[in-house]
């Protein structure tokens, strides 16, 4: 998230996540036909948008060793791994500067502690938000060369054990593009998508963005396409940006939900966003697709499932999409999704939260 103090969503974004809390334990529903893996049911874990500060590293060790205590597939880390620039130049002793060389090596030790195979996929605090820095001068697209040298072992994973991935890199079109991974357990496809929080960056840089997010959206119809061709129980997408998808919502389902947040309303034209071709290309990608899809992504802040993508063609939310936000700062969490065969619906998810992270315990 580009500051974890002042607030950056558009409206809708804020006002539904201001009110998206949901049970502990779900399943996620929808309308997909019951289709079996080819292989048997395992479990992952998605954790995200920590570690911000100093304390908060403690409990981000307290987060690691619950994950190493089960039994996952891997661990995905949805990105921002340090803190935003600016509260830091506030206060320099919160955290570790943010983008440096040592923060870096910090974080990929906590990454090669992990027992499973860990993937990351960058958020915004991770190198675009290098352009708030004002009391010195960081280069946000040196930072980002420096962030794929250090995360992205050729076709490989980091953790104490090692999963085979394929890297976009592979196509000459987009050799930079080391961090947008893709690979299959038991038969189900996932792949992560390198689009981040703060706008995606397009403020800073429209070049950048626009050849990363045109990366990303050919990534992720690779991602459809492969699925389809492996006859693949469904799809993850992992990405660190929240995409706005309230912003596509009608003005009728928008109203029902800013009436929730006091003195709110829903704007009569949702504003423009930078993802808005990112989310064009994957509804076109939902209109063909029937099998469930899981889209993880953190930025938000806000521990949430639901239903949050618009069909323009029913008006009505595609029931075989859905969305999972991890916990992110200043919760310390994690999310542990079970996939299930038998489970028409496929994904099972449970929060986990470490019972020395909780708010309740450590107020009493």
Same mark, same amino acid.
């Given at each position: 998230?580009?500051?974890?103090?002042? &607030? !950056? !969503?558009?409206?809708?974004?804020?006002?539904?996540?201001?009110?998206?809390?949901?049970?502990?334990?779900?399943?996620? @529903? &929808?309308?997909?036909?019951?289709?079996?893996?080819?292989?048997?049911? /395992?479990?992952f874990g998605i954790v995200g948008d920590i570690p911000?500060? !100093?304390?908060?590293?403690?409990?981000?060790? $307290?987060?690691?060793?619950?994950?190493?205590?089960?039994?996952?597939?891997?661990?995905?880390?949805?990105?921002?791994?340090?803190?935003?620039?600016?509260?830091?130049?506030?206060?320099?002793?919160?955290? $570790?500067?943010?983008?440096?060389?040592?923060?870096?090596?910090?974080?990929?030790?906590? /990454?090669? =502690?992990?027992?499973?195979?860990? *993937?990351? @996929?960058? #958020?915004?605090? +991770?190198?675009? +938000?290098?352009?708030?820095?004002?009391?010195?001068?960081?280069?946000?697209?040196?930072?980002?060369?420096?962030?794929?040298?250090?995360?992205?072992?050729?076709?490989?994973?980091?953790?104490?054990?090692?999963?085979? *991935? %394929?890297?976009?890199?592979?196509?000459?079109?987009?050799?930079? /593009?080391?961090?947008?991974?893709?690979?299959?357990? %038991? #038969?189900? !496809?996932?792949?992560?998508?390198?689009?981040? #929080?703060?706008?995606?960056?397009?403020?800073?840089?429209?070049?950048?963005? $626009?050849? $990363?997010?045109?990366?990303?959206?050919?990534?992720?119809?690779?991602?459809?396409?492969?699925?389809?061709?492996?006859? =693949?129980? #469904?799809?993850?997408?992992?990405?660190?940006?929240?995409?706005?998808?309230?912003?596509?919502?009608?003005?009728?389902?928008?109203?029902?939900?800013?009436?929730? *947040?006091? &003195?709110?309303?829903?704007?009569?034209?949702?504003?423009?966003?930078?993802?808005?071709?990112?989310?064009?290309?994957?509804?076109?990608?939902?209109?063909?697709?029937?099998?469930?899809?899981?889209?993880?992504h953190g930025d938000t802040h806000i521990y949430r499932?639901?239903?949050?993508?618009?069909?323009?063609?029913?008006?009505? /939310?595609?029931?075989?999409?859905?969305?999972?936000? @991890?916990?992110?700062?200043?919760? =310390?969490?994690?999310?542990?999704?079970?996939?299930?065969? @038998?489970?028409?619906?496929?994904?099972?998810?449970?929060?986990?939260?470490p019972r020395a992270n909780s708010a309740n315990h450590?107020?009493?």
């Amino acid at each position: 998230m580009s500051n974890p103090i002042v &607030g !950056r !969503r558009p409206f809708i974004a804020r006002a539904v996540g201001a009110i998206a809390a949901l049970p502990l334990v779900q399943a996620c @529903t &929808g309308t997909a036909p019951r289709q079996t893996a080819r292989g048997g049911g /395992f479990e992952f874990g998605i954790v995200g948008d920590i570690p911000y500060t !100093r304390a908060q590293e403690a409990e981000y060790a $307290r987060v690691m060793d619950d994950i190493n205590a089960r039994e996952l597939a891997f661990v995905a880390h949805i990105g921002d791994c340090m803190f935003d620039p600016r509260p830091y130049e506030r206060d320099p002793a919160l955290a $570790r500067m943010p983008m440096t060389d040592e923060n870096y090596a910090y974080v990929l030790g906590t /990454f090669q =502690s992990c027992r499973h195979p860990m *993937v990351l @996929t960058p #958020g915004d605090n +991770d190198w675009s +938000d290098a352009v708030y820095f004002k009391k010195i001068k960081v280069d946000p697209l040196e930072r980002l060369q420096k962030l794929r040298a250090t995360f992205y072992p050729r076709e490989g994973t980091l953790g104490q054990r090692s999963m085979a *991935v %394929q890297s976009q890199s592979r196509d000459p079109a987009h050799a930079r /593009f080391v961090e947008n991974l893709t690979w299959s357990v %038991q #038969g189900l !496809r996932f792949a992560t998508l390198h689009i981040v #929080g703060s706008d995606d960056n397009a403020q800073t840089s429209a070049e950048e963005h $626009r050849t $990363r997010q045109a990366a990303a959206i050919a990534w992720m119809q690779r991602a459809f396409a492969t699925a389809k061709a492996e006859t =693949s129980a #469904g799809l993850v997408l992992i990405s660190h940006a929240n995409p706005d998808f309230e912003n596509r919502w009608t003005r009728s389902y928008a109203s029902r939900y800013a009436r929730s *947040v006091r &003195g709110a309303e829903a704007p009569q034209v949702p504003p423009a966003t930078p993802y808005d071709p990112f989310l064009d290309a994957l509804i076109e990608q939902m209109q063909n697709y029937r099998l469930p899809v899981l889209y993880v992504h953190g930025d938000t802040h806000i521990y949430r499932t639901g239903k949050p993508l618009l069909n323009p063609k029913t008006q009505r /939310f595609f029931e075989n999409l859905t969305r999972l936000e @991890t916990f992110g700062w200043p919760d =310390s969490g994690w999310v542990r999704v079970a996939v299930n065969p @038998t489970n028409p619906q496929l994904f099972e998810i449970h929060p986990e939260m470490p019972r020395a992270n909780s708010a309740n315990h450590q107020a009493t």
